[in-house]
């Protein structure tokens, strides 16, 4: 009842809530289930591409997700004359924008690339702030001739055999062969601060290549101190994978000390980053307490949790909303509207995260877990999507007035961007 009741809420808390700012991180990623990625281990296949079945193979064992870096240049011609794929939107920045503009919540993204390929994926409620300071909606954007390289993301099932083994739980790997630099968007840098927004996130760090991290993180700094002194009140950032690279991790951390009022992460990410004695609750109080943070959200499969310093009932909302969103998802195999939890959900019993340290609260709910989803990918930044949205629309913003903000949109003219799912190539 309690999914139900919310999912009913949404189209009204979406429709009044104030715009998200989502910035710096979008792409096209490739979809493959690994059943289908038989010729990776074909022996005329390169040896990188066998690297990558391998590599992959073993987290399906372990049931781990995540994302790895391979240097392969040759490797998306390869892959992408050889495997059967679909395209579909990449980068947490991007998926949090679309999870928003699908529920019908302003949600403004910065974006260097606005290639055929890349406007294809970004749903058309997705708005982009033009050079003179106005907004239009990806439908009316004009696309440039160049696009960045594509993410190459493998799905497996909970118990469905791929080469002798069975995945505890259902995940993706995403593989990544070129960097990716923050998205360079001088009008999203210029004009977010005055929308009225009721929460961003900063995101994309872990594809930045290390000698432009430093750049990278101070860049991000800058803008999210004048969004605060603006009055957005949620400042997030998700942790995500670096891989072995704990320096850089910390590096994020030290640089938006101050600057985030919140951090998210999956419980692996916490687990390997965020390497503290005590309980859960402990933790993630010590991390808020040491970069100055409102809150700190963790999400797993059966379950969500938060400290927070604020208000227990709307952090409890905001996980709601999370984890409905989520789920939804998970059921479809693409971002929906909810309309309660899906079929076949299972309510697993909370574990014990521990006392909430003075001054803090601890808030956790059940997640409507579904063993086989049709898709793992893009679950935890849709998660965040609804967390943010929860918290931007339990926020008074007094900057914000809805005809203002409407009133900034140029969509004159004709131009529509098509809609595609790319098969092959």
């Given at each position: 009842?309690?999914?139900?009741?919310?999912?009913?809420?949404?189209?009204?808390?979406?429709a009044?809530a104030?715009?998200?700012?989502?910035?710096?991180?979008?792409?096209?990623?490739?979809?493959?289930?690994?059943?289908?990625?038989?010729?990776?281990?074909q022996?005329?296949?390169?040896?990188?591409?066998?690297?990558?079945?391998?590599?992959?193979?073993?987290?399906?064992r372990?049931?781990?997700?995540?994302?790895?870096?391979?240097d392969?240049?040759?490797?998306?011609?390869?892959?992408?004359?050889?495997?059967?794929?679909?395209?579909?939107?990449?980068?947490?920045?991007?998926?949090?924008?679309?999870?928003?503009?699908?529920?019908?919540?302003?949600?403004?993204?910065?974006?260097?690339?606005?290639?055929?390929?890349?406007l294809?994926?970004?749903?058309?409620?997705?708005?982009?702030?033009?050079?003179?300071?106005?907004?239009?909606?990806?439908?009316?954007?004009?696309?440039?001739?160049?696009?960045?390289?594509?993410?190459?993301?493998?799905?497996?099932?909970?118990?469905?055999?791929?080469?002798?083994?069975?995945?505890?739980?259902?995940?993706?790997?995403?593989?990544?062969?070129?960097?990716?630099?923050?998205?360079?968007?001088?009008?999203?840098?210029?004009?977010?601060?005055?929308?009225?927004?009721?929460?961003a996130?900063?995101?994309?760090?872990?594809s930045?290549?290390?000698?432009?991290?430093?750049?990278?993180?101070?860049?991000?700094?800058?803008?999210?101190?004048?969004?605060?002194?603006?009055?957005?009140?949620?400042?997030?950032?998700?942790?995500?994978?670096?891989?072995?690279?704990?320096?850089?991790?910390?590096?994020?951390?030290?640089?938006?000390?101050?600057?985030?009022?919140?951090?998210?992460?999956?419980?692996?990410?916490?687990?390997?980053?965020?390497?503290?004695?005590?309980?859960?609750?402990?933790r993630a109080?010590?991390?808020?307490?040491?970069?100055?943070?409102?809150?700190?959200?963790?999400?797993?499969?059966?379950?969500?949790?938060?400290v927070?310093r604020?208000?227990?009932?709307?952090?409890?909302?905001?996980?709601i909303?999370?984890?409905?969103?989520?789920?939804?998802r998970a059921?479809?195999?693409?971002?929906?509207?909810?309309?309660g939890?899906?079929?076949?959900?299972?309510?697993?019993?909370?574990?014990?995260?521990?006392?909430?340290?003075?001054?803090w609260?601890?808030v956790?709910?059940?997640?409507p877990?579904?063993?086989?989803?049709?898709?793992?990918?893009?679950?935890?930044?849709t998660?965040?999507?609804?967390?943010?949205?929860?918290?931007?629309?339990?926020?008074?913003?007094?900057?914000?007035?809805k005809?203002?903000?409407?009133?900034?949109?140029?969509?004159?003219?004709?131009?529509?961007?098509?809609?595609?799912?790319?098969?092959?190539?």
């Open positions: 009842m309690l999914f139900s009741r919310k999912a009913a809420a949404l189209a009204d808390m979406a009044s104030p715009p998200t700012l989502c910035g710096f991180s979008a792409g096209v990623d490739a979809y493959v289930p690994l059943a289908d990625a038989v010729p990776l281990w022996e005329d296949a390169p040896s990188a591409a066998r690297r990558i079945g391998d590599e992959v193979l073993r987290r399906g372990h049931g781990i997700g995540g994302e790895i870096a391979v392969w240049p040759e490797g998306d011609a390869w892959l992408g004359a050889h495997l059967p794929h679909r395209h579909g939107l990449g980068g947490t920045a991007a998926q949090i924008a679309a999870a928003l503009a699908t529920l019908g919540a302003p949600a403004v993204l910065a974006l260097e690339d606005r290639s055929q390929r890349q294809e994926v970004i749903p058309n409620g997705v708005a982009f702030v033009t050079s003179d300071g106005r907004l239009r909606h990806t439908q009316m954007v004009e696309p440039t001739p160049r696009g960045r390289a594509r993410n190459w993301i493998f799905e497996y099932t909970k118990d469905r055999p791929i080469r002798g083994i069975a995945p505890p739980r259902s995940s993706r790997v995403i593989v990544r062969l070129a960097d990716r630099p923050l998205h360079d968007d001088p009008a999203f840098d210029g004009s977010s601060a005055m929308l009225g927004a009721g929460a996130v900063l995101a994309g760090f872990p930045v290549p290390p000698a432009q991290l430093p750049a990278a993180i101070e860049r991000a700094a800058k803008l999210g101190r004048r969004w605060r002194a603006a009055g957005t009140a949620t400042v997030h950032v998700e942790l995500a994978d670096y891989g072995d690279r704990q320096v850089a991790v910390e590096a994020v951390m030290t640089g938006l000390t101050g600057v985030a009022t919140s951090l998210g992460a999956s419980l692996s990410e916490f687990d390997r980053y965020i390497r503290r004695p005590g309980s859960l609750a402990e109080v010590a991390v808020a307490r040491h970069m100055d943070l409102d809150r700190v959200a963790i999400h797993a499969d059966e379950w969500a949790f938060a927070t604020h208000d227990a009932a709307a952090e409890r909302e905001a996980l909303c999370g984890c409905l969103l989520a789920s939804a059921a479809a195999g693409h971002i929906v509207q909810p309309v939890p899906p079929e076949g959900a299972i309510f697993h019993a909370l574990p014990d995260f521990g006392p909430p340290p003075s001054g609260h601890v956790a709910c059940a997640a877990y579904l063993p086989r989803p049709v898709s793992t990918i893009g679950l935890g930044d998660f965040v999507a609804g967390c943010l949205l929860a918290l931007g629309a339990s926020i008074n913003q007094p900057s914000f007035q005809s203002s903000f409407q009133e900034l949109f140029d969509d004159s003219g004709s131009r529509t961007t098509p809609r595609s799912e790319c098969l092959a190539g």
